[in-house]
């Protein structure tokens, strides 16, 4: 079984960064899109971005407003995650999903479409 695994989080001040990574334990791993979603003390998953390597599409969230640039390596099912100017709001356990659906364009921001998950990284934001 591919395992997705993500590093990069931390502890950081508000409006600091993070980069957050996640890569799929197996190079021969075939991945159509790749997201990351989040899940803070007390609350439900949530979707933060996605990207589609078939359309090279990306949707966001729109808390993400700017603050957050998703990218990666489609050949290789690597993942990326740039954050800025992080809020204290943004605290939470950040996981990697990968999704091996072909021929779509936007990504799914449902957790469902994705069959791939990873372990979590956390993130915390100081005030």
């Known amino acids: 079984q591919v395992r997705l695994l993500e590093s990069g989080g931390g502890l950081v001040q508000a409006g600091g960064s993070l980069r957050l990574s996640c890569a799929a334990s197996e190079r021969t791993f075939e991945s159509h899109a790749m997201a990351w979603f989040r899940q803070a003390p007390g609350k439900e998953r949530e979707f933060v971005q996605a990207i589609s390597w078939d359309a090279g599409q990306i949707k966001s969230a729109d808390f993400v407003n700017g603050r957050f640039a998703i990218s990666g390596d489609s050949a290789e099912s690597t993942v990326y995650l740039q954050m800025y100017n992080l809020k204290p709001e943004d605290t939470a356990v950040y996981y990697c999903?990968?999704?091996?659906?072909?021929?779509?364009?936007?990504?799914?921001?449902?957790?469902?479409?994705?069959?791939?998950w990873g372990q979590g990284t956390r993130v915390s934001v100081s005030s």
């Open positions: 999903a990968a999704s091996t659906i072909p021929g779509v364009g936007f990504p799914s921001t449902s957790g469902a479409w994705y069959s791939h």
